[in-house]
């Protein structure tokens, strides 16, 4: 496989400076992190964009995202492992990402459902995470960018020291049972957080952690 040309935003480096900065101006709407992941793959999955999917699927393991959840967010209306607010953002970015599917892109019903759960504030912050994230998927595809090979970027060593940093010092538990709970999960699905989270995460930290020296290794 190779790639057509260089994205376009490492090309002008004025398009990466901006959609960095948006993506930061996101991450600080309030929107909780995990839901932004989850838009980030699902709306990669919907666009074919290799390189997103592996990218987000990647960064959600880093910071202790379930496999229950990774695994079945491409079918999220049948699965139980999402908070109601979780799938009014899945369901947000879905209809966003397909505007052309329907007589009426974006129907009230679903429009109405994610107000339920968010603000102004945090519907913005969705709304421009769906939005950045079809720009990348756009970008990606249309030159035919290759999956993995970000890896070898100097990007991606910064990344990997970062989280390898993050991995030792960050309990992964304690991560995903504060997005948890600022989702209203424990109380709106019936979730086995013994099975899915305290019981494996401690296992997933460790393992993840000797993958990212490993990685690491692979780099130099």
Excluded at 20 to 40: I, M, N, Q, R
Excluded at 51 to 65: I, L, N, Y
Excluded at 116 to 123: G, I, V
Excluded at 181 to 194: I, L, V
């Amino acid at each position: 496989m190779q790639s057509r040309m260089n994205n376009p935003a490492m090309i002008l480096p004025d398009a990466m400076k901006a959609l960095h900065e948006l993506s930061s101006a996101v991450g600080k709407s309030g929107v909780p992190k995990a839901t932004l992941g989850l838009v980030e793959l699902r709306a990669s999955q919907i666009n074919g964009c290799g390189v997103c999917v592996d990218m987000h699927a990647r960064e959600m393991r880093q910071a202790c995202e379930t496999d229950e959840r990774l695994f079945t967010v491409a079918a999220w209306r049948e699965a139980p492992y999402f908070s109601d607010a979780e799938l009014a953002a899945l369901a947000l970015t879905e209809a966003v990402t397909r505007l052309s599917d329907r007589a009426e892109a974006l129907p009230d019903e679903i429009w109405n459902e994610a107000a339920k759960h968010y603000n102004d504030r945090t519907l913005a912050g969705l709304l421009l995470a769906i939005s950045t994230i079809n720009v990348w998927n756009r970008l990606n595809v249309s030159t035919r960018q290759i999956a993995g090979e970000w890896l070898k970027s100097a990007e991606a060593r910064e990344w990997v020291e970062k989280n390898q940093a993050v991995a030792r010092s960050v309990s992964c538990h304690g991560i995903r049972e504060t997005s948890l709970r600022q989702e209203g999960f424990y109380s709106t699905r019936a979730f086995d957080t013994e099975r899915h989270g305290r019981s494996t995460c401690s296992f997933r930290e460790a393992f993840r952690e000797e993958r990212t020296r490993a990685l690491t290794l692979a780099l130099l």
